[in-house]
Each structure stands twice: as C-alpha cells, then as structure tokens.
C-alpha cells in the first residue's frame, strides 16, 4: 500500500510538525518539507510502469458493502498532478518560512498546510469515486482554515467563508452526481467507471449526473458564476494564494473534468456545458484583471481567465485540446504560483499591494523584477516562454473548431481578445510595478530585497517557465505523454512539442494579441475611465445578502413549527402520534381469534372504579388537591390490577411507587398554586377533547385486538433456566438481575441520574411558600402532630426489617432490590414527614450521593466479577450455604447485583424526595406553634 | 376481561393526554403519571391476561409472560424518576419565572410588557 502511504505521509506530518514550532521557523520548514520528500521517493521508482502507458492500482476493502474502497490509483494523470502538488508544496514551504512573522503561529500554519496537501494527493490519487469525495471536502475545509489563517480580519474571515460556501456547495452536488454515476455503472472505482463511458452516455441519467459533476467542478475551479469567491479568497496569507489559488486547490475541479473525461466527454452537451462556461470565465477573468489595483487581485482574476481556458479546451472535446489543456495545467502553475510569490515579497517589502502607490521598485529590487517579469511574460504569452507554448495549442485549437457558419468565428475571437486583455494586464503587472515613476506613500520605505532563501523559489519556478519553453519536448514531453495517454484512455494524438511551428494562424493570432495588448495598455487610461462608468458590483455584499436572505427564510421556516409553545409541541406530538400509527392499523381486526373472556364481578367491580377515578382526576383537575386523590387511587387500582393477573412484583413495586409519587406531589403542590385556572377557549378545550378522546379510542381498539390475537413468546427459555441457570424461583427477579442484568444496570444508572439532575437543579435555590393554602386556611398548627411522631418512630426498625424480608426473598418469590429499596425509602420518608427533615438529617449523616454511588460500585462489581472467572461480564453463579439457625441458604452472586439495585433505589428515591423537602424557604411564615415556641 | 381492560388502557390514555395537553405544569404531571399507568399496564398486557398464573417457579400449573412483567418493574420505577423530575422541572420553572405556565410565561402578553420582563434577566443571568 505504498499509495496510500504518499497521501497518509502529510497527515502524519501535520500532527508531527507542530512539534517542531519551538525550535523556529526554519526547524519546522524542514519538519514539514520531510512527508513531501519521502512521498517524492516512493513515487520514483513507479515511474517505470507509467512511463510504459500504466496504470498501478492498489485497493484496500473498507465499506465493500457500500462500495468504499480504500483504493488508490497512479496513472500518468494523477502523476502530473501529484508532481505539481508535492514540488510546488516543497516551494511554498521555504517561501513561507521567510513570510511569515516569527510571532505568528507558525505551528498551526504548516499543519494545515501539510492537511491541505494530503486532501489534495488524496484527490489526485483516489481510486475511488466516494473516497475521492472525501478528500475532495477534506480540501474545501482545510482550505477554508488557511484563507482564515489571519482570523482577526474580518475580510479573511468572510472570504473564507465564502469560498467554503461556494465550493463546498458544489461539493454536494458533485456527492450526487458521483452517487448516479455510481448507479448507472454499479461500481465507484475509476476502473469501471472510466470504461463504463459508453454506457453512462447512453443513460437516461446523464445529463443530471453530468451537471452535477460540472457544478462540482465549476465551483471548485472558480468558473463562471461562481468565480468571483477567488479573488475574494485573496485575502489568505501568500503563501496559501500561491499554492491553493494557483497550482492546487482551484485545479481540483480542472483535475476532475479531466480525470472523468473518458466517461463523460465527448457529448454535445458536455461541450456546450462546458466549452461556454470556459469562453466566458476566460474572458471575463481577463477583462476584470486589467482593471484591479490590487497586485494579488489582478493575479486572482487572472488564474480564473486561465482556468477559464483550460476549461474551454477541456470542453472542446478534441484530443489535442486536450493536451493543450493538461500542457497549460503545467505552464499555468509554475508562472502563476512564481507570480503569486514575487507578489508577496513586493507586499512583504513595501507593506502594500496597491499599484497605485507601488511604482518604479526596479531601481531597489531588481533581482526580483527580473524574476517576476520573466513570470508575468510568460502569463503574456512571449515566445520562448512556457505560456507561449499551451496559448499557441490553444489559438490553434480555436481555430480548428468546426462550428456552423457564423459560429465558428466566435472562438478563435474570444481567444484573440482574451490574449489581448492577458498582454494588457500583464504589461500592467510589469510597467506599473517596476517602472512608472517612482513609489508613492509607501508603508515601507524604501524597499529591498526580500531575504536571500525567499527567491529561491520565485528562482526555481522561472528557470522551470524557461525550460519549459525553450526545451519543451525534452522537459515535460514524456510526463505530458503519460498524463495524456492517462486522460485520453491511451489514445494519445500526434502532437508537436516545438518552440516554433512555422508561419501559421496561430502565430498570427498571437502577434495580433500583442500589439493589440499593448496598445490597450498604452491607451488604459480610456479602458479605465469607460470601466469606471459601470457601477461595480461588490460581490460580498451580494453574497452576505443573500446568505442572510437564506438564514433569515430558515429561521422563520423554523419559527413555524417552533414557536416556543410547550402546549403545541405537545399537540403536535400527539396528533402525529396517532397519525403515524393509525395508518399501518387501519386494517386490523377489531377482535382476534381467541376471542374475549368472562370477567367475574370483583373485578368488573374494580375495573369500573378504575376508569371512573381515572377521568374523575380529569374532570377535577383544577382543584389539584382533590385531582391528586383521585389520582392516587387509580395508582392502588393499577396496583392491584396487577396483583389479579398474575403478576404480584408489580403489584409490590406499583404500590410503593405510589406511595412515594404522591408524597412527591403533595410536596411540589405546596410550592404551586392550589388551583388551576380557565385558561383555554373553549374551542381549544373541544379540540383537546377530539385529540385525546381520538387517543383514548384508538388506545382502546388497538388494546382490544391486541389481547384477543394469538401470539408466541420467548419467555419459555426464562421460565425453563431460571431455577437451573439463574438459581432463583421468582422468574421476573431472575430476569432483572440475571438474564436481562445488564438493561438493569442501565437502568439504575438512568435512576441515579435523575435523582442527580432533581439536586442539582435544586441546589441553593429557595422557592417563596404561600403563607396559606388555596382557600386562605393557615397551615396546620403543629407542623410534626406528636402521635404521628410517636407512631413512626418504632415504625421504622420493623419497616426496614419488612425490606430486608423482601429483599433476601426476592430471588424465589415476589420481591427483590427494586421493591426492597423502595420499601426502605418509604419508611425514612415517614420519619422526614413526621419529624421534619432537620431532624432526620441529623441522624442520617451518609449523604444520598453516596448512597447512589455505593449502590452502583456494587452492580458493576458484581457484573464485573464474573470477568475474573473468565465468564462475560454480568453472569452469575450461585451456591448454597449452611448458615446458622437459618439453615440452608441460597446464595447468588446476583444477590449482591440486586444489593446494587436496592441501595441505587433507595439514594435516588430519597435524594429527590430530600431536596424538594429541603427546600422550606427562609422566609416561610411560622406556624403558631413555632411562633409561640419562638416568643 | 379484554374488554375491561381495553376501557381501562383507553380511559388512561384520554385522561393522560387531555391533560399533558394543558397550559399549566400540574396538569401536565398528573398526565404523564395517567399515561404512564396506561404505556405500564399496556406494556404488560403484550404477555396476554391470566389470573392465577405468577410466574415463581413450583407455584403453579401454567405460569403468565414473566418478560413483560420484568420490563414493566423496571419502567414503572424509571417512570418514577421521570415523574420526579418533571415535578422538579416545573418548581424550578415556578421559581426561575415566577408563573406555572408550561411556556414560562402567559402568551399573547403586551409585547412591551415581555421586554421589560426579558430584559433584567438577561443582565442578571451575565
């Protein structure tokens, strides 16, 4: 897997780096340029295969099912790419250790350079479409990170912003359009896809696949609509302009359209789609440069006139023009990415990038101007220049377009005219910088030149620009024969690289460009006054306004369905409750095939007291008082309902719930009003009546069928092994703490958080008591009546002995750790009732937290014992033991599991109930008694 | 029986509901605890009626669903803890807002009158 070590490698580097900050600048320069050397070195050897026509894949299952693969990919294409990304990577690193300030946060600059780079290979070398995408977004929020590496500008953060927007946007609509790729071919690995051309042409999907992919593309490569978040992208530090908005990241979408050439060109619609959107970009890009002040953002603009071009040989669908655009990808990375760096040193020095005031630097920089004049004329187009070489394919591909009639001018005129603007601008970047005059108001003054180290770079870059131009067949013939053959699914035309085609069209057209570019230069102050007349339209304002536009429409959309109404949130719920259930239950049987049962009058009896207390608590319910009675006899009721069909540990735990339910309510009702009041229109009452009665039926008819059908359980296997398995009688207790042990231990874990929740959102706080209740009435004269005091004392050793009983009982018979425990809390709530909390607090010195915490030690402790045995966590064993007096005695390693539940039971109870008592306010009135006592 | 006990789980359910529906947070308490009777004895019903049939071991002939039973023990206590806190929820509500509204405040109040009462509080809460 020595791919995927080349992309992994700047991943690695970007978490080993930051290491490397302490020591300086240039330690950490060297720390990062490490990944880019080493992957370099893996690559080398592969050159072989590729320079022979091919392809080396190698694949790592990851999501087979889903048709991830880890799987990478080197052809001649990807090559390119990778060489441009790790070389010019490597240049960007020198450059940047002498532009950035030593006070700067080096450390967070390289790791996201080295994350970006990554995501870049990732690209280039994905052998999968969906692992591709991956890294495709990976690349958008790195990115979005670098051009927000000066995150205390506003400018930055906005621009940043926008391009994350913009190109992750487009991000998903390339998702979906590799996800329809992936459903016409069956498969997400290039392999299949690329031979799978044919096919996805014919698709009835490929239109929308095919839009989708260019929008990805378009978006990311800046193409007209969507060019204008580059220029604003302008305000990421140079370093990150040079490398992202030059060689990389703006060929991701170039890249793309490439790389799925032999699946989707060659169409009509492919070459309108795309050809069109190049011509435009190209020259709307070349237009805009001319006219900006900005040095960085004449070069943005610019790199989107060249994008633009390299797209509209991309769209023109012929095999040369192919290979003008793979050439021009080349020549358009190394002159843009030394024009972005000699940008920056000029910035560096001057502490401006406006050419208005940056005139005449010749005269203190000349090394420099040298180099970037070089550069700017090889953007130009001058002959023995790269860029004369892939603009000279270019105007001969133009011309050789065989468009109807009239059409066929359109190109090789939009080519000429965009040539003209590119002379112009970059006379502009040459004689407006260098000569003109002399600087005006310079922040910096007077400038030098940059640190020896930081041309290094620029250096390289130019010396490539001339080699390439003056030997081009002997310097990139053989990688741009690779690349070509890769893209153009190995049919590579015959192709010339020579610095000099003889007297033809192109040259013409080349020539006209010149003159005509300079000319416009000469005259641009006409260019700038007709330029000046249009209003310019500030792009980000635009975008602000239309992405609050869009927040503001989703918040509204939000307000709809979230207005803040606990009340309809409740409603809604419940309607859609019984929406979505009632439509898989339309169908059923209103009684099954068992059929319905007699029912003996006792309990008909009880069943009719039932429902009656039940909407009894409704009719009364605001007099809550009197609401919270009836509702606690529908609790006895439900408990002995439970007692009646068989199921005695229910009816135990309903009936002590119960009794510490009302307590809880009857302490809450102090603090609340004794009386609700009619608040509700009528209409709304009628519409609760409809939805719940509408609940209460459906509820009923759903219940009825249920009980009356036939059904089979599983619970034969709990009823057989509870005795020989679980060493306990009682099936249910056997369950809880044996079978179904560890939803148990959640469960008392769910119990000890509210019980938690209820303190701490109670802590210090203090509620203000009404000094009566509802009907005006003084509260009782004597707060704790001597007999019930009496009573509950010798109460309290026979009720936690009743627990214990319950507890060492529950494995064979009704009983258990939840019922124990509850029994356990009711009987110290008596003792708080009866003698004030004060009292009992005083006499119960371990705190309820512990209690809980104890309680959940032990659980676990029991569960994890068994692991020491070898067993799975939570299976128990059990003995018999002699005891004593008592005789023969079971027991369980889940009895000590249960003391878990029990003591969880009995913290929580009492920790919620406690808190809510504690909470008598300071400025509770006195009763009389206490006054008298305090008089 | 069935139908008995149908009645019962649907008169449950209507209470439950009408009140959770409500606008004050007492209401709403007392119809959680009516639904949860309701979601309890419908939960426990899955494993069909019988009557003499505790699932212990030896006790007896045919023995009910103990599953059913198991998960319902656990729910009611669990839908104690739920009750408790949302009888906290509603004192603190009381105590933060000085209203036992579900909403934290009466609607359709003056909108000038909501301001002046949001405005000391968000000082407060900084």
Known sequence: ????????????????????????????????????????????????????????????EWLPQLGINLSFRLDGLSLMFALLILLIGLLIILYARYYLKPQENVGKFYALLLCFKGSMLGIVLSSNLLLMMVFWELTSLTSFLLISFWNH????????????????????????????????????????????????????????????????????????????WLPHAMQAPTPVSAYLHSATMVKAGIFLMARLYPALAGTEQWFFMVSFTGMITLLIGAYVALFKHDLKGLLAHSTVSHLGLITLLLGMGTELAAVAALFHIINH???????????????????????????????????????????????AGVPLLNGFLSKEMFFAEALSLNLPGIWA???????????????????????????????????????HEPPRYMKIPVEILVVACILVGVFPAFSVGPLLNAAASATLAGEVPDYGLAVFHGFNLPLMMSVAAF????????????????????????????????????????????????????????????????????????????????????????????????????????????????????????????SLTFARLSAPDLAMTQISVEVVTIILLMLALYYLPSWTPTEASAGRRTRDLAIAGVAGVGMTLVTLSMLTSPFSSISDYFLQNSKPGGGGTNVVNV?????????????????????????????????????????????????????????????????????????????????????????????LLIQYIAS???????????????????????????????????????????????????????????????????????????????????????????????ARKES | MELAFALIIGSLTFSGVYLVLRARTFPVVVGLTLLSYGVNLFLFSTGRLMTGGQPIIGSTDTYSDPLPQALVLTAIVIGFAMTAFVVVLSLRSRADTGDDHVDGNIPREEPEDHQSIEQPREETGQ
Request: aromatic share 10%.
């Open chain 1, 515 to 638: 003159v005509g570019g300079l000319i416009m230069y000469s005259q641009r102050q006409k260019f700038f006054d007709f330029h000046a007349r249009f209003k310019e339209i500030d792009e980000k304002a635009v975008f602000e306004a239309v992405v609050s536009w869009l927040v503001e429409r989703a918040n509204s959309f939000t307000a709809l369905l979230e207005n803040g109404s606990l009340q309809r949130y409740a409603m809604l719920l419940v309607v859609s409750a019984i929406v979505v259930a009632a439509v898989p239950l339309t169908g059923m049987d209103l009684i099954g095939s068992n059929g319905l049962t007699a029912i003996d009058p006792p309990t008909a009896v009880g069943a009719a007291i039932l429902i009656f207390c039940t909407l009894g608590t409704v009719y009364l319910h605001r007099e809550r008082l009197t609401s919270l009675i009836m509702l606690s006899v529908v609790g006895l009721l439900v």
């Open chain 1, 409 to 447: 001018w359109i190109p090789p005129i939009v080519a000429t005219l965009a040539g003209i603007f590119a002379v112009a601008y970059s006379a502009r970047f040459i004689h407006d910088v260098f000569f003109n005059g002399k600087p005006r108001n310079l922040p910096i003054y007077p400038p």
């Open chain 1, 735 to 827: 369950i809880l703490v044996d079978f179904r042990g560890f939803d148990t231990l959640g469960e008392i874990t769910v119990l000890a958080i509210a019980a938690l929740g209820i303190f701490a959102m109670l802590r210090n706080r203090q509620l203000s008591a009404p000094p009566t209740d509802g009907q005006g009435h003084p509260w009782a004269f004597d707060a704790h009546p001597t007999m019930l005091k009496q009573m509950s004392r010798p109460l309290l050793p026979l009720a936690l002995m009743v627990s214990v009983y319950i507890f060492l009982r529950g494995h064979n018979l009704p009983g258990g750790g939840f019922i124990a425990g509850l029994i356990t809390a009711v009987a």
């Open chain 1, 333 to 379: 990375a190394t002159f843009k990415a030394s024009l972005f760096m000699a940008a920056g040193i000029i910035d560096h020095e001057t502490g401006t990038r406006d050419m208005r005031q940056i005139n005449g630097l010749w005269k203190y920089m000349p090394h420099t101007a040298t180099l970037a004049m070089v550069a700017a004329a090889s953007m």
């Open chain 1, 836 to 930: 004030g909390v004060n009292w009992t607090q005083a006499r119960i010195t371990m705190g309820y937290h512990n209690v809980i915490a104890l309680g959940l030690l032990f659980a676990t402790i029991a569960g994890a014992g068994s692991l020491a045995y070898g067993y799975p966590f939570l299976t128990s064993t059990f003995t018999y033991l002699e005891w004593p007096v008592v005789g023969k005695f079971e027991v369980a390693s889940a009895l000590v599991f249960d003391l878990g539940v029990y003591l969880t039971v009995v913290g929580a109870t009492l920790l919620a109930l406690v808190s809510l008592g504690k909470l008598t306010p300071a400025g509770r009135p006195l009763t009389r008694t206490e």
């Open chain 1, 153 to 228: 500008k506003q400018d930055a953060r906005r621009g940043a912003r926008m391009a994350l927007a913009i190109t992750g946007g487009g991000g998903l609509a390339l998702l979906a359009g590799i996800l329809l790729i992936g459903r016409i071919v069956g498969s997400f690995e290039l392999d299949d896809v690329l031979a799978a051309g044919d096919q996805i042409k014919a698709h009835a999907l490929y239109p929308y696949a095919l839009t989708l992919v260019l929008l990805g593309a378009f978006t990311k490569s800046a193409q007209f609509p969507f060019h204008f």
């Open chain 1, 1 to 60: 897997m020595t791919l995927s070590l080349v992309v992994l490698l700047p991943f690695l580097g970007a978490i080993a780096a930051p290491l490397f900050a302490q020591g300086g600048r240039t330690a950490i320069a060297i720390a990062s340029s490490v990944p880019a050397l080493l992957a370099l070195a893996t690559l080398f050897p592969m050159w072989g295969t590729l320079a022979e026509g091919g392809t080396i894949v190698q694949s790592l």
